[in-house]
């Protein structure tokens, strides 16, 4: 059964900091994806990472895929306060006739 | 605006009873997927149709069901409903397997 492990759960930080959220992955998959979804809101896509070693960034938010290691990374750089959401990362488990196995995702609370 | 849209966006009933849930997919995609959102099991994957027939199905019910139509919307038909059936249930939709998948705006069914 594929699991998508991402941590943190939980994170309140401060404007102006960066940091990083981790996705973990249990099978072989080179596509990787990042969702934001904002309270009783719909997810909004964040990135299609596709292949080993890609990198994608938009404004902020950077992430990166490391399909050796079942590993993506979603960095967020000088945080602001309008980048507070949930964060999920999610991947298909292979095959394409198959649905999104999602993480828990990473509720971001930013203060000012 | 995903273009995917979903009606009702909010929906109230009793235990036993038997909901549908609609979808219509972005203009030119085949592919539609359901998914539920819960506290408990947060994002779960349903079932998929592609081009008007199942290709997949994940975690659902058999109490569940669905089916796309010729026109490609989908609807999603939730019976014997109990109340661990309320949540947030999310159709997206894609032009081809593993492309990003689109998400709509979802219906937050609630079972008194």
């Known amino acids: 059964e594929l699991k998508v492990e991402q941590n943190p759960l939980f994170l309140s930080m401060q404007e102006g900091k960066n940091y990083t959220i981790y996705c973990n992955y249990s099978?072989?998959?080179?596509?990787l994806y990042w969702y934001r979804q904002d309270p009783g809101k719909s997810l909004e896509s964040l990135f299609v990472?596709?292949?080993?070693?890609a990198v994608k960034q938009e404004g902020r938010l950077m992430a990166s895929l490391d399909t050796k290691a079942r590993l993506s990374t979603l960095h967020i750089t000088a945080a602001v306060h309008d980048l507070s959401a949930t964060y999920f990362c999610a991947v298909f488990s292979g095959g394409g006739a198959d649905g999104l196995t999602f993480g828990k995702g990473t509720h971001l609370i930013i203060q000012p | 605006d995903s273009g995917v849209t979903q009606t009702p966006k909010h929906l109230i009933t009793a235990t036993g009873q038997r909901v549908t849930l609609r979808c219509s997919p972005r203009?030119?995609?085949?592919?539609v997927y359901w998914y539920q959102q819960s506290l408990d099991q947060g994002l779960q994957f349903l079932i998929q149709?592609?081009?008007?027939?199942?290709?997949a199905k994940g975690n659902i019910l058999e109490r569940f069901s669905a089916q796309q139509f010729p026109d490609l919307h989908s609807e999603l038909n939730l019976s014997s409903l109990e109340l661990g059936d309320s949540a947030l249930y999310f159709c997206?939709?894609?032009?081809?397997?593993?492309?990003?998948?689109?998400f709509g705006d979802g219906t937050r069914l609630s079972i008194l």
């Open positions: 997206a939709s894609s032009v081809e397997l593993e492309t990003p998948q689109h």
């Open positions: 203009s030119g995609d085949l592919s």
């Open positions: 149709y592609y081009n008007g027939e199942e290709r």
């Open positions: 099978t072989t998959s080179d596509r």
């Open positions: 990472l596709l292949s080993n070693g």
